[in-house]
């Protein structure tokens, strides 16, 4: 049996909003016992600074590379995070002592999984410094460097979650996370999981408000509510080659440009790509071995209305079920968090993060690397 550790994850994912942070109690298989979660947000001063990182990192060759701001960034980035890490533990009556590991995600900059280039900024010696924790950091390169599209990882924590499912929801289940980007988690009656990027999540959305009405995302989908689909600005999206190409790839928050101003109204225009997130999911469901019975919705895309009711209604037409993470006794906040805590603790023991249904990688791999403090 392995050992059951304490470890927090930190996730500061696409749509660049704030840090997760969450904590678990695992021995990295199947016991997996949730404890407190929380969410930092950042200030709009530092999320605007972190998308203009995304244009300095396309001079990026070598993923050491930290061209422009990108390393003062990282400091700032990694400073970050080891506040959001001690106000957790004071907000929870913990120690650094009572933690074994942190897993730290950082901030992807650049994926471009044809050139074997993932760049995650976050420095991991600097964190377990400050923290006074040990820090498992980078874990999608050595997926990559073994052939892999470094991404999505969280599927092997989805797994363990279905082994508590059975009695509660109908398989094949699929985990579909929403968040800057989806994607899903495939897993079979037999145990069986596939996964994959489905295709845009909250990105086009955010970048559409944005730019049209000076907010940062559409809360609850009320804008996109007043809205229709408009039909020829959705098929631009949907018939993109991603969702027919034979092999899954994973995405760069860039792969898809936001309708320009004269596309579409504010309102048409977020109706329009609530649904081509929702009917991205169905599409690339597709490709799954079978299609699912029961879609569980996690990420900050299942609190828009409008994405979820047309999840639902695409869902229920080949008879599936759609909830949120909240309905089976999940969090669909702190999940990824959640998940990078537990790759953590399975880096520790040498177990595998990535899978050839996962990653597309060749063969089950680790990964991950280690900074402890001095
Ligand atoms: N109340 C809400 N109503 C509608 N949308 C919301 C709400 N709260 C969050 N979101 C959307 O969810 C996004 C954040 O989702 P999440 O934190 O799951 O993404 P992420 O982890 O950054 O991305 P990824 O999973 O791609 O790494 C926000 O940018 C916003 O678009
Ligand atoms: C390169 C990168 O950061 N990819 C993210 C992104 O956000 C969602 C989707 O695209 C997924 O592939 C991945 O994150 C999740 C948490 C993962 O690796 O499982």
């Known amino acids: 049996m392995e050992k ?22 695992t021995d990295g298989a199947d016991m997996v016992g949730r404890g407190p979660a929380r969410g930092f947000a950042y200030d709009p001063a530092f999320r605007r600074r972190l998308q203009a990182a995304l244009e300095s990192a396309k001079a990026i060759t070598r993923r050491d590379d930290r061209p422009g701001d990108l390393a003062a960034l990282e400091r700032e980035l990694t400073l970050r995070h080891a506040e959001a890490v001690s106000a957790f533990l004071s907000e929870n009556g913990l120690a650094a002592g009572d933690i074994d590991v942190v897993g730290f995600h950082g901030q992807t900059v650049l994926h471009r999984p044809d050139q074997r280039l993932t760049v995650q900024i976050g420095d991991g010696a600097l964190l377990s410094r400050q923290t006074g924790i040990a820090v498992v950091y980078d874990m999608r390169a050595n997926d990559m460097a073994h052939g892999g599209q470094g991404a999505p990882l969280i599927p092997v924590y989805h797994a363990a979650l279905a082994r508590n499912l059975a009695a ?27 996964a994959f990027d489905s295709g845009p999540g ?4 955010d970048q559409w408000v944005e730019v049209q009405a000076g907010i940062p995302f559409d809360q609850g989908g009320m804008i996109a509510s007043e809205g229709r689909v408009l039909a020829a600005l959705a098929a631009r999206y949907l018939d993109h080659p991603f969702f027919a190409a034979p092999e899954r790839r994973s995405l760069d928050r860039n792969d898809f440009s936001p309708p320009t101003g004269p596309d579409a109204s504010l309102e048409d225009g977020a109706r329009t790509l609530a649904h081509v997130t929702a009917a991205a999911i169905l599409k690339s469901a597709g490709h799954l071995p079978q299609m699912p019975k029961t879609y569980i919705v996690c990420g900050g895309g299942r ?21 949120p993470a909240e309905a089976v006794d999940l969090n669909g906040d702190s999940m990824e968090a959640e998940a990078w805590a537990y790759l953590a603790v399975r880096s520790l023991d040498g177990l595998p993060l990535t899978f050839p249904g996962t990653t597309g990688v ?10 402890v403090p001095d």
């Not at 909250?202 to 959305?205: F, G």
């Not at 060749?362 to 900074?371: D, F, K, S």
């Open 303 to 323: 609190l828009n209305r409008v994405i979820m009711g047309d999840l639902e209604e695409l869902a229920a037409a080949q008879g599936a079920q759609v909830m």
């Open 362 to 371: 060749g063969t089950a791999i680790t990964g991950g690397v280690l900074a």
């Open 4 to 25: 059951i550790r304490t470890a927090i994850g930190l996730m500061s994912g696409t749509s660049m909003d704030g840090i997760d942070v969450a904590l678990l109690r």
């Open 202 to 205: 909250n990105t086009l959305i």
């Open 168 to 194: 509660v929801c109908a398989f094949p289940v699929v985990f579909v996370n929403i968040g800057g980007i989806s994607n899903l988690t495939y897993v079979g009656p037999d145990g069986e999981i596939a």
